[in-house]
């Protein structure tokens, strides 16, 4: 029998960072007032293993759909279900999102965003050139990974 014990699903810190280097999409969730459900968008993203930090490119949309970003609580989760990965794996990371335009962390961020990619998803029904983007940087206060661990019945 396979140990199911809470240690055997859980990534540690250098399978975390080999899962994310694989995989560039995910869902955001942004906070929202405690009587409404989260705002959650599918994003690309790219991230930074030496700075534990996540640096997403977020369309520029009429504030009203989203809200103020910078500051934002967030999560994060990305996941997949590949051979490649021995089954399903998921990272769920959580903290708030900082503007990269920021004075304070504008140089962090850029040095973060070296060797960083970011693709462009197209989703907006307009070419991905045409729409405007800002970008933010998660630094996870949290950051948890799971993986698949077969059980016999």
């Known amino acids: 029998m396979v140990d199911s014990l809470p240690e055997a699903i859980q990534l540690n810190e250098s399978e975390i960072d080999a899962f994310l280097d694989r ?6 969730s942004l906070s929202t007032p405690a009587d409404e459900p989260p705002h959650s968008v599918p994003v690309s993203f790219g991230y930074n293993a ?3 930090a996540f640096y997403f490119r ?3 949309l009429p504030p009203e759909e989203k809200g103020e970003l910078d500051g934002r609580a ?4 990305t996941y ?17 999102l900082e503007s990269t335009t920021r004075g304070d962390i504008a140089t962090e961020a850029l040095a973060g965003f070296e060797g960083v ?3 462009f998803v197209d989703i907006f029904g ?12 998660l630094v996870p206060e949290t950051l ?7 059980t016999e019945p």
């Open 126 to 137: 307009e070419p991905p050139a045409e729409v405007e983007f800002s970008f933010y940087r």
């Open 74 to 77: 967030v999560s994060f989760v």
């Open 80 to 96: 997949a279900n590949a051979e490649d990965d021995d089954g399903y794996v998921s990272v769920v990371a959580e903290g708030a």
């Open 58 to 60: 977020i369309a520029d």
């Open 117 to 119: 990619t970011i693709p």
């Open 23 to 28: 995989v560039d999409t995910g869902v955001l």
């Open 50 to 52: 030496a700075q534990t």
């Open 144 to 150: 948890t990974g799971r993986k698949e661990v077969p």
